[in-house]
């Protein structure tokens, strides 16, 4: 569970300038505060903070090795830097991933070739409920993933979460359009809707963009 601290608004401030001091994604912060759209700040006012101190010790706080030698995890084929960065977000929520589908997987085309080169996964969700499948996400996320929960209602078969791994070199260039979209807090579908759920990335991935 991500711990809660506290910050005390000061004149001037503003989420995008909160966020940026304290390294934060700045809709993170609005989401906890159910804050929106214009997202008045009062001096003297109080917001709760996402304290990832905790977590950021090392999983995902350096950029893994650019090692694209194949392996195996979660029963599908994925490349060791994309591994090491599933490893890094298992062990935040502390749980296994099963992969529905791995990388390097040509000729799916339900996938749009997404899943053609290095990067790219899909994690089959089971029973998870959303607030599990929500944390999953955001972990990910965390660890340097741009990732997406798929739902039926979008078009898809069944729920599963869709993570391309940020910075991989090996990734198609559809997948990299997608990891641009999550930059620009879309969604990276074919209509790019904006996605307004909380988007935090390590720092080393801010070189990508």
Known sequence: MIKMSTYVVRPGDTLTKIGRLLKIDWKSIAHLNDLSDPYPLLPGQILEIPDLSGSRSRNGEEEPAHDYSRTVHGGKTVNTRTAVML???????????????????????????????????????????????????????????????????????????????????????????????????????????????????????????
């Open 87 to 209: 490893r890094n977000a298992e062990a935040l929520v502390k749980t296994h991933f099963t992969l529905a589908q791995g990388s390097y997987n040509r000729g799916v085309a339900a996938s749009a070739g997404t899943h053609d080169g290095g990067g790219v996964i899909d994690i089959s969700l089971g029973a998870w409920d959303n607030k599990q499948t929500t944390a999953i996400v955001q972990a990910l996320r965390r660890t340097g993933f741009a990732a997406w929960e798929r739902t039926v209602a979008q078009g898809f078969s069944s729920r599963h979460i869709h993570a391309c791994a940020i910075g991989d070199r090996e990734m198609m260039p559809v997948a990299r359009h997608q990891v641009t979209a999550y930059f620009n807090y879309r969604d990276g579908l074919a209509r790019n809707r904006e996605d307004t759920t909380p988007h935090p990335f390590p720092a080393w991935s801010e070189k990508y963009r």
